[in-house]
């Protein structure tokens, strides 16, 4: 499992519609807003590359100005 903390720069005025197509992708949870209107998004994942994968997904949504991993890590499942 790989599990990253991201912030998401956005145009204010797509917010909204950015939280109703997050909520719709699966391992992926808007945790918080911060006081300069970005996005704190947690975003959970298979493995890294799947974690990078729906990075990407995520970047190409409308109203995304930018994805910036802030903290990630993996859990060894088989330790």
Do not use: C, F, W
């Not at 797509?14 to 909520?23: F, K, V």
């Not at 996005?39 to 990075?55: C, D, F, P, R, Y």
């Amino acid at each position: 499992m790989a599990l990253g903390s991201m912030i998401m720069k956005i145009r204010p005025e797509a917010e909204h519609g950015l939280r109703t197509r997050l909520e719709q992708m699966p391992g992926v949870s808007v945790e918080e807003k911060s006081p300069q209107g970005d996005l704190i998004l947690l975003v959970e994942a298979e493995n890294l590359g799947a974690l990078h994968k729906l990075s990407q997904e995520i970047e190409k949504v409308e109203g995304v100005l930018g994805l910036y991993p802030s903290y990630i890590t993996t859990e060894d499942e088989d330790a």
